[in-house]
């Protein structure tokens, strides 16, 4: 007779995977992918680093899905503004604003997430995201578009260019030093209404959902 996992093994070995990408993102937010270590992670998540490597045959496969796990929960933060009530534009701001702003919050760990040079396999696996994000923009500036807002416009440049302006604004090699909340404060503005310009908006009332910036993982 074949051996079959109970459910409970099941939700065992699940509710274990899910500590050990939790724990690369702690590690990870604190000393950046290049000094993270498999056997810091191990400790992180209170495993073994075998038990690691059980999950992730290499250092490369579990940076790269603790990569996946973040992205994923930032989009789908986006995904609700996009499908929140509101004019496209409105919704196209609060949008940015608040990838801007949870960028800011955890600035370490955006910077590993989504600019600090990795292995190819975690490259990959932010090229997908970061295209999730683009077509996010996409639709609501297509939006923009239909209801008159915004002008017409070749939308998928013009987010693949909100995508690298918030990238390179925020945490690339480029992006300015704001140190203190007010920085903080005025680099995003600064951003979100460059974006809004670069899309032929003007900028709309700040109604920024807060119970989305304030989402944690």
């Known amino acids: 007779m074949a051996y079959r996992r109970t459910q409970q093994i099941e939700e065992r070995l699940a509710d274990k995977r899910e500590r050990i ?4 993102r702690r590690v990870v937010g604190e000393v950046g992918f290049r000094d993270a270590q498999v056997t810091m992670v191990a400790a992180a998540a209170g495993v073994a680093t075998g038990t690691v490597y059980r999950y992730f045959p290499s ?9 996946s796990a973040n992205s994923r929960h930032e989009v789908g933060v986006l995904q609700e503004i996009v499908a929140a ?3 496209p534009v409105q919704r196209l701001q609060d949008a940015i604003r608040v990838f801007a702003s949870r960028a800011l919050q955890a600035k370490n760990l955006a910077y590993a997430m989504i600019a600090e040079p990795a ?11 970061r295209r999730a994000f683009g ?13 008159g807002e915004l002008p ?4 998928e440049a013009t ?5 690298g302006a918030l990238i390179e604004g ?35 009332k700040v109604t920024t959902l807060r119970t989305l910036q304030d989402r944690r993982a």
């Open 21 to 24: 990408v939790k724990a690369v």
């Open 170 to 204: 925020l945490i690339g090699p480029l992006a300015p030093d704001a140190a203190k909340p007010t920085q903080e404060t005025r680099l995003v503005d600064t951003i979100v209404s460059f974006c809004l310009r670069a899309v032929g908006a003007r900028e709309a």
């Open 135 to 147: 077509k996010l923009f996409q639709t609501l500036i297509e939006q923009g578009v239909r209801t």
């Open 152 to 155: 017409a416009q070749d939308s």
């Open 85 to 87: 009530d509101g004019s």
């Open 159 to 163: 987010s693949a260019c909100i995508v």
């Open 59 to 67: 250092k490369a496969e579990l940076f790269a899905e603790a990569v």
């Open 119 to 129: 292995e190819a396999e975690v490259e990959a696996a932010r090229l997908v995201y």
